[in-house]
């Protein structure tokens, strides 16, 4: 089993803790990548127009001035680090230490700066959207993709089903191998009708990824399982209010996940 997230733009910088150490990160053959991705991101948040560049607000300046001093900043586990509603509802710190364990083995964080990262890696604080465009390198994503493709691909071939919780960009930076991935699509019923939904989608995905961690590698082993453990978790005796259809994959397109949440569900973490 993996799982693979997209990072979340709302962080928690570490106050302290030993600096980043290229090496001990997920896939250290691509510390040369992630050298050059930061000596760029470091020129261009040394601009004037860095937030220009980098697509942001003036108020993240904060977190554009630590892209400055990532070697130098104290490092953080990656699920400390996040704080978005995805990470808010995947609740690390409440898990079981074997679910934890699971977490930090199985979940693949993909990042615009580092490419991809295990929930364990030490990060600091940082700012670089995967849609970001840096000088010399082009869109994040695009750029990310032939660097990361070879490894991950390798590292599929062992890892039996993968439940794609990304979106956008981050979806973009590697394709999961469609026999063996299920992606997560969130839908809600609104008049009568089932609408795609982005305002719930994020926790609601964290709300999966950590269901399927409780339920771990050796019960979770086909999309088909994944979407028995997700069903039970939304059943009458389950604890959220949804239901769940397994779309199959098709050829080249991967099978799809597709919960549906009520008309009723108006707050991020359900009813």
Same mark, same amino acid.
């Given at each position: 089993?993996?799982? @693979?997230? +997209? +990072?979340?733009?709302?962080?928690?910088? +570490?106050?302290?803790?030993?600096?980043?150490?290229?090496?001990?990160?997920?896939?250290?053959?691509?510390?040369?990548? *992630?050298?050059?991705?930061?000596?760029?991101?470091?020129?261009?948040?040394?601009?004037?127009?860095?937030?220009? /560049?980098?697509?942001?607000?003036?108020?993240? *300046?904060?977190?554009?001035?630590?892209?400055?001093?990532?070697?130098?900043?104290?490092?953080?586990?990656?699920?400390?680090?996040?704080?978005?509603?995805? $990470?808010?509802?995947?609740? $690390?710190?409440?898990?079981?230490?074997?679910?934890? =364990?699971?977490?930090?083995?199985?979940?693949?964080?993909?990042?615009?700066?580092? !490419?991809?990262?295990? @929930?364990?890696?030490? #990060?600091?604080?940082? =700012?670089?959207? /995967?849609? %970001?465009?840096?000088?010399?390198?082009?869109?994040?994503?695009?750029?990310?993709?032939?660097? @990361?493709?070879?490894?991950?691909?390798?590292?599929?071939?062992?890892?039996? /089903?993968? #439940?794609?919780? =990304?979106?956008?960009? $981050?979806?973009?930076?590697?394709?999961? +191998?469609?026999?063996?991935?299920?992606?997560?699509?969130?839908?809600? #019923?609104?008049?009568?009708?089932?609408?795609?939904?982005?305002?719930?989608?994020? $926790?609601?995905?964290?709300?999966?990824? *950590?269901?399927? @961690?409780?339920?771990?590698?050796?019960?979770?082993? %086909?999309?088909?399982?994944?979407?028995?453990?997700?069903?039970?978790?939304? %059943?009458?005796?389950?604890?959220?209010?949804?239901?769940?259809?397994?779309?199959?994959?098709?050829?080249?397109?991967? %099978?799809?996940?597709? #919960?549906?949440?009520?008309?009723?569900?108006?707050?991020?973490? !359900?009813?």
């Amino acid at each position: 089993m993996l799982i @693979l997230l +997209p +990072p979340s733009e709302g962080k928690t910088a +570490p106050r302290s803790g030993t600096p980043l150490d290229l090496a001990s990160l997920v896939l250290p053959t691509l510390a040369g990548e *992630r050298t050059t991705a930061m000596g760029i991101l470091a020129a261009v948040s040394s601009a004037p127009d860095a937030a220009k /560049v980098l697509g942001v607000g003036e108020t993240v *300046r904060a977190d554009i001035d630590a892209n400055l001093v990532l070697m130098e900043s104290p490092a953080a586990p990656a699920h400390q680090v996040f704080t978005g509603v995805l $990470y808010d509802a995947l609740d $690390y710190a409440s898990l079981p230490e074997t679910a934890r =364990r699971r977490a930090r083995e199985k979940v693949l964080v993909f990042s615009g700066l580092f !490419g991809v990262l295990s @929930l364990g890696d030490h #990060i600091p604080n940082h =700012r670089l959207s /995967v849609t %970001s465009s840096l000088p010399g390198l082009g869109r994040m994503s695009s750029w990310w993709k032939p660097r @990361l493709t070879p490894a991950l691909d390798a590292h599929a071939e062992h890892t039996g /089903v993968i #439940i794609d919780g =990304r979106s956008g960009g $981050y979806a973009a930076q590697w394709k999961a +191998p469609a026999a063996t991935t299920a992606t997560v699509d969130v839908f809600q #019923i609104r008049k009568g009708e089932r609408k795609v939904v982005s305002h719930f989608a994020k $926790y609601t995905r964290g709300l999966v990824a *950590r269901e399927l @961690l409780l339920a771990g590698p050796r019960v979770v082993t %086909s999309p088909e399982s994944a979407a028995e453990v997700i069903a039970a978790a939304g %059943s009458a005796e389950g604890t959220h209010d949804w239901s769940v259809d397994l779309v199959p994959g098709t050829g080249a397109k991967p %099978s799809s996940l597709q #919960i549906t949440l009520p008309d009723e569900h108006t707050t991020v973490g !359900g009813a």
